[in-house]
T-cell receptor, first 114, second 113 residues
Framework: DTEVTQTPKHLVMGMTNKKSLKCEQHMGHRAMYWYKQKAKKPPELMFV???????INESVPSRFSPECPNSSLLNLHLHALQPEDSALYLCASSQIGTGIETQYFGPGTRLLVL | QQQVKQSPQSLIVQKGGISIINCAYENTAFDYFPWYQQFPGKGPALLIAIRPDVSEKKEGRFTISFNKSAKQFSLHIMDSQPGDSATYFC????????????FGKGTKLTVNP
């Protein structure tokens, strides 16, 4: 099973709202990722968690706050977003240190900020 | 140095034809090259991947050709079908630095019936 699940599928929020995106995988992967994807562009890396520790933050604004409660779950907390933050937010996971680096992506959350 | 250059940006092929997408890289430390297929509104799905010690890998109608000396790799889709219409991304990563996938800019493939 190579499934990464994400909820919700769609989210509309105002600029003063607080919301969270959720991601889950049960493949035993110890690396999890958040990406942002704008239309007609490749995914853009935001954060990486390795062994539940934040290992990479690609200079993402603080209005995006990631959290990794355990090895299967990854959250992205959203607060005071801007309309330009509207995008498809993708979660991915992969193994670490096995020589098999394949990242498996979830279906994404389509976010619209009004 | 960290870029992966992908071409063409868009491609139109007739049903049954061969679709070819090319990628080139500069960083010789890259040692893992996956291709992802993405349908509108969906997440990228791994299609096929290759390592530099292999010059070609085939899975069904999809083939990766890899030229290590030229630092180029390409995806060939044989007998292209309308259901193959999607955006294709090549990518590269460094062993041991697998957290960072460097993506090409993508190719939008349209297969006409």
């Amino acid at each position: 099973d190579t499934e990464v699940t994400q909820t919700p599928k769609h989210l509309v929020m105002g600029m003063t709202n607080k919301k969270s995106l959720k991601c889950e995988q049960h493949m035993g992967h110890r690396a999890m990722y958040w990406y942002k994807q704008k239309a007609k562009k490749p995914p853009e890396l935001m954060f990486v968690y390795s062994y539940e520790k934040l290992s990479i933050n690609e200079s993402v604004p603080s209005r995006f706050s990631p959290e990794c409660p355990n090895s299967s779950l990854l959250n992205l907390h959203l607060h005071a977003l801007q309309p330009e933050d509207s995008a498809l937010y993708l979660c991915a996971s992969s193994q670490i240190g096995t020589g098999i680096e394949t990242q498996y992506f979830g279906p994404g959350t389509r976010l619209l900020v009004l | 140095q960290q870029q992966v250059k992908q071409s063409p940006q868009s491609l139109i092929v007739q049903k049954g034809g061969i679709s070819i997408i090319n990628c080139a890289y500069e960083n010789t430390a890259f040692d893992y090259f996956p291709w992802y297929q993405q349908f509108p509104g969906k997440g990228p799905a791994l299609l096929i991947a290759i390592r530099p010690d292999v010059s070609e890998k085939k899975e069904g109608r999809f083939t990766i050709s890899f030229n290590k000396s030229a630092k180029q790799f390409s995806l060939h889709i044989m007998d292209s079908q309308p259901g193959d219409s999607a955006t294709y991304f090549c990518a590269a990563s460094i062993k041991g630095g697998s957290e960072k996938l460097v993506f090409g800019k993508g190719t939008k493939l349209t297969v006409n019936p």
